[in-house]
């Protein structure tokens, strides 16, 4: 059966990545609407852009009013600076927060209406150019045909899907990543785990995928505990921005499972940070579903070295999904209840959660068969 992989039009990673790709950048229009937040301007990142830009002779206009995970509300106010300032081309800088955002800004600003509008519809447009310049390495939001953004009139995490969404230029300059304190390079870094995983075991798998997301798994168990103790290591972050990279181009072609399904609910309804709710489930949703694609996390363990070739696959699966606990225990990742997270609270909102997490498509994707009892089960887990 033939397969389809989607790339970003052009990739420029490694240390000097943002220079090499200074050209091409230029090339995409007059004037750049930056899509970014307060802190990467306080951190100088918003400037190194714009000084790029203006040794090129291309304007630029600045929006940053990302303070949190991307909403709506964001995406509008974006749209109003895209409109005041003439912009034809876009940049993120920073996350997977502003570089979702510009997507949806590309959407709306070509389409009109709200991005509302595009719930659960695949998206066709001509969109304006889109360069992504992550500063974390986990989201692969660079490398990717979809946007998630929160609809706050109804706390749902959108996951909004086209490939018309897939930036023109994607840069990974792992210098950008340098100032990542240890927290989100703990959170981000375990999102793009989830990614690779997710992707090398889902339904969707395809050889061009199974390579990158073993590739990205391989680089983050052995790179991620270094990122994480010392974020100056220049090395172990050009190893973690690559498998960032890697795992976006694969999940981007394979889909994720059941733990991005059920992690958007609860970002949406308790306010969680989308690498942090993912960690947070990833135990747990592998625990439950490992024995239904026993193979393909047996294959997962042997490459991390934890499990040698001659083992049951059955056994050595299992001893994958517990490399993954332990380096979440590594990265001081909370449960629920740490993290401040109300216990009825979240109980009570279970159901609502399930319909959401199962709408989404996601854990679809899985191996095992799961249904809304699964679903439940797991969140309820996280509690025990």
């Not at 995983?197 to 680089?219: F, G, I």
Request: glycine content about 8%; overall charge negative; some cysteine.
């Amino acid at each position: 059966m033939a397969k389809q992989f989607i790339m970003p039009g052009q990739i420029f990673y490694g240390e000097g990545a943002l220079e090499s790709a200074s050209g091409a950048i230029a090339s995409c229009g007059k004037k750049a609407l930056i899509v970014t937040d307060p802190m990467m301007e306080k951190l100088g990142n918003v400037d190194a852009v714009k000084k790029m830009l203006d040794a090129a002779g291309t304007d630029s206009a600045v929006f940053s009013g990302m303070t949190g995970e991307p909403t709506d509300k964001m995406v509008e106010e974006g749209l109003l600076v895209w409109s005041r300032e003439n912009c034809d081309f876009l940049i993120a800088v920073g996350g997977g927060s502003p570089i979702d955002t510009m997507k949806a800004i590309a959407v709306v600003a070509q389409s009109g209406g709200s991005i509302n509008d595009f719930y659960g519809k695949e998206i066709k447009l001509k969109l304006p150019s889109m360069v992504a310049i992550p500063t974390t390495s986990g989201t692969g939001s660079e490398a990717t045909q979809f946007t998630i953004i929160t609809n706050t009139g109804k706390d749902i995490k959108m996951l909004l899907k086209g490939a018309c969404l897939m930036p023109d230029i994607a840069v990974d300059d792992p210098a950008f990543t340098r100032t990542a304190p240890p927290s989100v390079t703990a959170a981000t870094g375990l999102d793009a785990l989830c990614h690779a995983a997710e992707a090398y075991t889902s339904k969707k798998a395809q050889p061009m995928t199974d390579t990158l997301a073993m590739s990205a798994v391989k680089r983050i168990f052995a790179w991620l505990p270094e990122c994480y103790r010392n974020g100056d290591n220049m090395e172990a972050r050009t190893q973690m921005s690559l498998a960032a990279l890697e795992a976006g181009i694969a999940f981007n072609n394979a889909s994720v499972t059941v733990i991005h399904g059920m992690s958007r609910p609860i970002g949406a309804l308790f306010h969680v940070a989308h690498g942090v709710s993912n960690a947070m489930l990833l135990p747990t949703c592998f625990s439950y579903v490992y024995e239904a694609a026993a193979d393909r996390f047996a294959a997962l363990a042997r490459a991390i070295g934890v499990a040698e070739a001659r083992e049951d696959d059955l056994a050595v699966a299992g001893k994958f999904v517990e490399a993954c606990k332990e380096l979440c225990g590594f990265c001081k990742i909370p449960t629920p209840e740490q993290y401040g997270i109300d216990r009825e609270a979240f109980l009570m909102a279970v159901p609502k959660m399930t319909q959401d997490a199962l709408a989404s498509g996601s854990p679809g994707n899985t191996v095992m068969e799961l249904g809304a009892a699964d679903i439940e089960k797991m969140y309820r887990a996280l509690w025990k």
